[in-house]
């Protein structure tokens, strides 16, 4: 029998600079710094918001597909994904794939973090 899961709990991703990414996270999409156990390892936690948080963990060797593919991306909703796109351009974020109407009738457009991770924005 499987298991019943309760939902996403958080996502961990590899960072080459904390704080380059920390001022992403924070300053470009909002996320507000959470209280994160003393590890041994460095590394901070970020709430996505809905009980979801991002764990962001330094790793000086990160290789990421550098392919150009949305393959491996995690995706955050907005409320308003035209004024979400003015605010990126506005603090000089590229828009790496534009919006669009995605076949299930949601808008989408994709961005990349400091470390190349593609990150969808969605309005829902």
């Known amino acids: 029998m499987a298991i019943k899961l309760l939902g996403l709990n958080h996502y ?4 080459s600079d904390l704080n380059k990414s920390l001022s992403f996270y924070q300053d470009v999409l909002g ?11 460095d590394g901070a ?8 948080s991002l764990h ?3 790793q000086d060797d990160i ?12 995706a955050f909703a907005a409320s308003d994904i035209l004024l979400a796109k003015d605010g990126l351009i506005t ?10 109407l995605r076949p299930d009738g949601i808008l989408q457009m994709f961005i990349q973090d400091p470390d190349g991770y593609y990150i969808e924005i969605t309005e829902l």
Request: hydrophobic letters at 50%; charged letters at 20%; one cysteine or more.
């Open 45 to 52: 936690w970020l709430d996505c918001g809905r009980g979801i």
């Open 91 to 100: 603090q000089g974020i590229h828009i790496v794939k534009d919006i669009k």
């Open 31 to 41: 996320m507000a710094l959470m209280a994160r156990p003393d590890f041994d390892f």
């Open 63 to 74: 290789i990421l597909n550098q392919s150009g593919s949305r393959q491996l991306h995690f």
């Open 12 to 15: 961990s991703i590899a960072v």
């Open 56 to 58: 962001l963990i330094v």
